[in-house]
T-cell receptor, first 112, second 114 residues
């Protein structure tokens, strides 16, 4: 069981470039999430998908788009990267409301 | 709207002593869940403990216990017999309802002194 996997682990972008962060889980979970973590800010929810075919905005959705490609995969796209999007991005999934949320290892993104 | 507050940015504790990390929450839902996660310097998120809003007993997992005071809307984490490996960031989080989003507090950085 790989759990939640994220690619890439590290990425450097120039302002205005675009990229897609990939996330996949092999636990057959319905719900998947994207968070960003900035120093001193904790984890903030960007977008989530409660089930295949649905997506909803979280606390900080501006500048991002998501795609729930199938039950396993949930991608996060930055269309035009900005320095304010420099952060560590975590993908997570869970199944039952009383169950823990399983996190991926994170993607460290720097936008110059 | 749901909200999680951790008022202690940093805490120090002597090895082998107990420490309490504070967490208060705000929600209008009757059904919710409270979680604590640990994030060591390596960056991964490690699940520690869960408390459901209808659970009558405080949750315990090894050296971790959750002091749940529903009327005060607090869900403090108690770590007994602190170890050097407990030095990390600790996050409190809350999920509303059955499929609600999980929202995190700002975190508390715990340092265990030998």
């Amino acid at each position: 069981n790989a759990g939640v996997t994220q690619t890439p682990k590290f990425q450097v972008l120039k302002t205005g470039q675009s990229m897609t962060l990939q996330c996949a889980q092999d636990m057959n979970h319905n719900s998947m999430y994207w968070y960003r973590q900035d120093p001193g800010m904790g984890l903030r929810l960007i977008y989530y998908s409660a089930s295949e075919g649905t997506t909803d905005k979280g606390e900080v959705p501006n500048g991002y788009n998501v795609s729930r490609l199938n039950k396993r995969e949930f991608s996060l796209r930055l269309e035009s990267a900005a320095p304010s999007q420099t952060s560590v991005y975590f993908c997570a999934s869970f199944d039952r409301p009383d169950d823990e949320q399983y996190f991926g290892p994170g993607t460290r993104l720097t936008v110059t | 709207a749901q909200k999680i507050t951790q008022t202690q940015p940093g805490m120090f504790v002597q090895e082998k002593e107990a420490v309490t990390l504070d967490c208060t929450y705000d929600t209008s839902d009757q059904s919710y869940g409270l979680f604590w996660y640990k994030q060591p310097s390596s960056g991964e998120m490690i699940f520690l403990i869960y408390q459901g809003s209808y659970d009558e007993q405080n949750a315990t997992e090894g050296r971790y216990s959750l002091n749940f005071q529903k009327a005060r809307k607090s869900a403090n984490l108690v770590i007994s017999a602190s170890q050097l490996g407990d030095s990390a960031m600790y996050f409190c989080a809350m999920r509303e309802g059955q499929g609600g989003k999980l929202i995190f507090g700002q975190g508390t950085e715990l340092s265990v002194k030998p």
